[in-house]
């Protein structure tokens, strides 16, 4: 990880200076392979004993879930913008786990959560980007994507035997077409911003030994069995390839309007705290208002409410209300 400045000392300044060192600025290399995954945020936290710092991560999603269920409602209402978060990562990140806590407040009536798999034929037989835009989440919506259209960059990098399927014409050199297709997921990102679509994404980078007690975790627990696939070790020997193919495409496509947060996570609730304090910030910075009525609208307002409350006068002229009958009955 490069050079990392000092932190500021108020726990908002913090979390905004947090997001700052995790953000791949744009054209900078992302530099994957020499950041550290155990990192805490700093030396605030460097010094907690494990149980302290896990209790003080749990305190700050805690924080971030209620900061992102009244985000939530605000961007609702105002109903000018979507915001869309990407989650890429190895197996056994945590993609799953921090999409659960860090989401546990928000309405789940206003939030999308898609998970790209092996293509059909019929989004096989569509350009690479067709199944993407049909998650797109509409205006006051979150949509989640736990994978995403970097697949196209990333598995097919180190897989490009499964290009076959996709029917593509002459594409030149492999150089040409990885290059062509980040400046389609650029476009395809800055259309979504001009938009009112704000796309942020994070890869969640779990070392090599994490991912291995991970994985024996899973095997040593019955209940926990199911979630490993024998198929899971092939594709970690090939965990070089996979971290130069993110590398690229996280290098490529981390711009002002879609920016990449490379999320320390061998701590999960660290990561899970760091993710949701960059999402604060980032629906914060989207300029959201409530929204206003009329003056005709707030006048008519006001009528229906005195005969509201005309209404409830009538009704309970002469009447006992609910307490006098129960003073009554007593």
């Given amino acids: 990880m490069t ?12 979390r905004t200076w947090i997001g700052e060192q995790l953000r791949v600025a744009p054209g900078a290399a992302a530099d994957i392979a020499h950041r550290d995954t155990g990192w805490v945020g700093g030396p605030d936290y460097e010094d907690l004993a494990p149980d302290e710092l896990d209790d003080t991560a749990k305190a700050k999603v805690a924080a971030s879930v209620e900061a992102l269920a009244d985000a939530q409602e605000l961007l609702w209402a105002d109903a000018t913008r979507a915001v869309l978060i990407v989650f890429q990562a190895m197996d056994a990140a945590g993609k799953d786990s921090t999409i659960k806590h860090v989401m546990s407040g928000v309405n789940p009536q206003g939030v999308d959560v898609t998970s790209f798999r092996h293509p059909t034929a019929e989004e096989l037989a569509h350009p690479f980007l067709w199944r993407t835009w049909q998650a797109v989440p509409a205006k006051g919506r979150i949509g989640i994507f736990n994978r995403s259209h970097y697949e196209e960059v990333v598995a097919l990098r180190v897989h490009p035997e499964w290009l076959g399927g996709q029917h593509l014409p002459d594409r030149g050199t492999d150089d040409e077409l990885w290059a062509s297709r980040y400046a389609d997921i650029n476009a395809f990102e800055q259309h979504l911003d001009n938009t009112g679509v704000t796309t942020v994404k994070f890869f969640l980078n779990v070392s090599k030994e994490e991912q291995k007690r991970r994985f024996l975790r899973r095997l040593d627990r019955p209940h926990k069995e199911w979630k490993f696939n024998a198929n899971d070790l092939a594709e970690r020997a090939r965990w070089d390839d996979y971290t130069a193919a993110f590398e690229q495409a996280i290098s490529a496509t981390s711009t002002p309007w879609a920016p990449w947060y490379v999320i320390p996570a061998d701590h999960k609730h660290v990561m899970q705290a ?6 604060v910030d980032t629906v914060g910075s989207l ?3 409530w929204p206003t009525v009329s003056a005709d609208e707030h006048a008519a307002n006001v ?28």
């Fill in 3 to 14: 050079a990392i400045s000092d932190p500021p000392s108020s726990a908002e300044a913090r």
């Fill in 274 to 279: 760091m993710v949701a304090g960059v999402l």
């Fill in 287 to 289: 300029g959201l208002t």
């Fill in 303 to 330: 009528r229906a409410r005195q005969e509201l409350m005309a209404e409830d006068d009538a009704t309970t002229a002469g009447a006992p209300r609910a307490h006098d009958n129960e003073t009554l009955e007593v």
